[in-house]
């Protein structure tokens, strides 16, 4: 259906639609443009939740921008994000698990309950991670029945383990922080020392999920990359409940993008791969 550029109403007609036994996947064209529909978005969300469920609002949000990109400026790159009580939201890194997800969002959906899809406008036409090794390019998983649920995460597993530092570190991420994880393991790798570094893809970003808190405890140091803005960044509030269950190391850090103004054609306000490389080498402080 085809809707003014009006966030409130594409919101508000999702809701109508899903009560009347359809499942609407609502678009909305940027992160940033979640504010124009921010009452209705918090109301849907807030009904399915205080009554267990009961008023289901089962929808899909997908939006992007959500980090890094060179057009449109704040508008267009926004990397901050609502996350109420009653909203699933996930943000995946690569076709393939965009693939796999969605069809478990569509699942989640019909039984009721409200999810958001954001995508990092970066990783829309990305096929390189280094140089032009073709590497982040992936098939198309054809099995309708291969999902990827809200407890799995996807572990990148060192390309040198063993010597250097000794001690495993994992690097926990989301969306386009992947590529920049990967990106910043590769330097830490080359011109810093370090060896036995695991990137681990963790598209939740509404809860923990499961797979993250089994995956931890085999780590003695971890970083936490957001691509959110300090602040407003999700992987926080994954430290705190994961302090609270005692599946954090003694050494960890946490980085997130700057708290800024993303301008035009400028991408210093992105978590980039300095910022990465800095909270790993402070773990040796």
């Known amino acids: 259906m085809d809707f003014p550029p009006d966030e409130t109403s594409l919101i508000a007609a999702g809701v109508g639609y899903s009560q009347a036994g359809l499942l609407p996947i609502v678009e909305i064209p940027y992160a940033k443009y979640l504010d124009c529909g921010a009452d209705i978005f918090f109301e849907a969300a807030i009904s399915n939740w205080l009554t267990n469920g009961q008023q289901p609002n089962g929808m899909i949000i997908r939006l992007q921008g959500f980090d890094r990109g060179v057009f449109g400026g704040n508008f267009h790159t926004h990397n901050m994000l609502h996350i109420p009580p009653g909203v699933d939201v996930v943000c995946y890194s690569n076709g393939h698990d965009y693939a796999k997800g969605f069809r478990y969002l569509v699942q989640q959906a019909k039984a009721g309950r409200m999810v958001m899809s954001v995508d990092s406008t970066n990783l829309l036409n990305l096929r390189h991670v280094q140089d032009r090794d073709d590497a982040w390019r992936r098939v198309y998983p054809s099995d309708v029945n291969d999902h990827l649920t809200f407890d799995d995460v996807i572990s990148y597993p060192p390309t040198n ?19 920049t994880a990967l990106q910043a393991r590769k330097e830490l790798e080359d011109s810093h020392g370090w060896h036995n570094i695991t990137v681990i893809d963790s598209p939740l970003l509404s809860a923990v999920p499961a797979g993250l808190k089994k995956a931890l405890p085999a780590y003695k140091q971890v970083v936490f990359a957001d691509i959110c803005k300090e602040g407003q960044n999700p992987l926080s509030g994954h430290v705190a409940l994961l302090q609270q269950e005692r599946l954090l190391p003694q050494q960890w850090r946490c980085v997130a993008a700057p708290r800024t103004y993303n301008p035009l054609g400028s991408v210093i306000t992105f978590l980039n791969v300095p910022d990465v490389v800095g909270a790993v080498n402070s773990l040796r402080e």
């Open 161 to 179: 383990a063993g010597g250097g530092q000794g001690d495993a570190v994992a690097i926990v991420t989301y969306g386009n922080g992947v590529v």
